[in-house]
């Protein structure tokens, strides 16, 4: 395929470096310890370490390895309009963390959106950033969050002129986003810089039917899980800065301070080759086709399981949903989420999020009309004998409960002793712990936050609704654990 002319794998380096250590009769004494010889112990080892190829000693030698990857990186600074790119192997984890180690210093406030993911929330405890946390805005019509209010950010400015950044997350985990070009513009009038996690929406920004990428709309950083919708190796992640608020070289000890010194040249070299897609014409179609199989998606399963609901583009402002995101809403249909979802997996199509009243099934352009409709068949069928128990629309509570007090900062709670205790004799004391169910991974409570009943009963409502509540050292809820 990349031999073929015209090929979109021309334009990839790295990839390019890969195709050609993987044909290579290459024995290396570098790391990694496998030295391509897994195939010796056992087949099934062979196959597992096949596609290894380290970047040092893989890609290239282990002297210019470092100038290949950043020319490859260079391209990815072009193609997102960036003047600092670079690719991670630690996912958008990595990535967010890096963000946070680079906008200010130990004791520095900033604004974030409470859809924060867990990395964003490290990377406040690493930097020692402290939160003011913005609460997202619900659509009740369609019990959804559609992110952050821009009058939510005014009023967060203007009550903290001292705020050194604005985070937020684009798009969320049910494909809307906020008002970005006034979120940003807001930010801008106070020289605030805006970072996106754009985990999400790495596909969004290169065709008319997506909403714009971040950074083409003045955010100054972006991070994307190049893994999560593109045809990229799992942990690829690239994060990009336009660094007119942003220190370049802050940036770089931020991400070297964090990343690992033996990086997958596998996993750059598919990052590579998924820029190097979305720079090609190849694109065009591909992304073309994901707007259409999804949408046709969604007016059959509409069309044969009544009262599913899937919101789309046209419930949403322009630029504010993302078209390829799938989202069924089932409580009108009495359909359960956690049901259906063990209904898929049986069939072999595990989908990426389910709760009770919301299932994500995550469809890629490398998706096409076939694999849709076979996802849509099987959904279809399950509905046919699954229980069904329709109720009222409920908009998922961590998007609704008012933000708990912090007595703390992440940081200061993340070194703080901490004892566990009965859950139910932690109301009043100070979290230790991240708690969030997951789907959708929104926190409830922070560590440094006061654990109110509000918030113990809706953890426990979810946990009873079959969500799994994660990042807690105790899932079942029964205890949790507080600062002594
Ligand atoms: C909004 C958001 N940001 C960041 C991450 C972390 O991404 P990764 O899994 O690439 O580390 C996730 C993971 O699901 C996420 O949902």
Redesign the pocket.
């Known amino acids: 395929m990349i031999d073929e002319p015209g090929d979109f794998g021309r334009d990839a380096p790295l990839l390019q470096a890969w195709a050609r250590f993987a044909a290579s009769p290459s024995r290396p004494f570098t790391i990694p310890g496998h030295h391509r010889r897994g195939g010796t112990v056992s087949d099934v080892l062979g196959e597992l370490l096949s596609g290894d190829v380290p970047l040092f000693g893989g890609i290239a030698d282990i002297k210019t390895a470092h100038g290949a990857l950043a020319a490859a990186e260079r391209l990815g600074a072009q193609l997102w309009g960036a003047d600092w790119c670079r690719y991670s192997t ?7 963390q890096v963000v946070a180690l680079a906008v200010g210093r130990p004791g520095d406030t900033v604004l974030v959106s409470r ?6 929330l490290s990377g406040l405890v690493l930097a020692g950033l402290r939160p003011v946390w913005l609460p997202v805005d619900i659509d009740e019509r369609l019990g959804l969050p559609t992110g952050v209010a821009p009058a939510t950010v005014e009023q967060a400015l203007a009550e903290h002129p001292e705020a050194v950044a604005l985070f937020c ?1 684009e798009p ?2 049910v494909g809307t986003l906020s008002d970005l070009p006034s979120v940003i513009a807001l930010a801008r009038q106070r020289g605030v810089p805006v970072v996106v ?1 754009q ?2 929406g790495s596909h969004l920004g290169f065709h008319p039917d997506y909403p714009p990428h971040a950074l083409s709309l003045g955010a100054d950083a972006m ?1 994307l ?1 190049a ?2 919708t593109l045809p990229a190796y799992s ?3 690239v994060v990009a800065a336009c660094t007119g608020r942003l220190d370049p070289d802050r940036l770089d000890r931020a991400f070297e301070a964090s990343a690992t010194t033996s990086p997958a040249g596998t996993i750059h070299a598919s990052t590579d080759a998924a820029r190097a897609l979305l720079a090609s014409p190849l694109a065009q179609g591909l992304l073309d086709r994901l707007v259409r199989v999804v949408d046709d998606a969604r007016g059959r399963l509409q069309e044969e399981i009544p009262g599913l609901r899937t919101p789309g583009p046209k419930d949403f402002a322009p630029g504010r949903f993302d078209p390829a995101k799938l989202v069924l809403q089932l409580d009108g249909c009495g359909l359960d989420g956690n049901q259906l979802e063990r209904a898929l997996i049986a069939t072999g199509m595990p989908v990426e999020l389910a709760d009770r009243d919301t299932v994500v099934p995550i469809v890629t352009m490398l998706d096409d009309a076939d694999t849709v409709a076979a996802l849509v068949d099987a959904v279809v069928e399950a509905a046919a004998w699954l229980e069904r128990a329709p109720r009222p629309r409920t908009v998922f509570a961590p998007w609704t409960q008012d933000i708990p007090v912090a007595a703390l900062t992440p940081r200061e709670a993340f070194f703080a002793p901490h004892d566990t205790v009965q859950a139910s004799r932690g109301v009043g004391r100070i979290s230790a712990e991240l708690v969030a169910p997951y789907p959708p ?1 929104v926190p409830v409570l922070v560590p440094g936050e006061v654990i109110s009943r509000e918030a113990l009963t809706l953890l426990r409502e979810a946990a009873a609704g079959g969500t799994r509540i994660a990042y807690a050292a105790d899932p079942t809820l029964s205890t949790l654990q507080v600062l002594a």
């Open positions: 630690g996912g958008s984890t990595h990535a967010n859809a924060a993911h867990r990395s964003t997350v969320g985990y996690d985990a999400w991070v899980s893994h999560k942990q690829a992640s991974g």
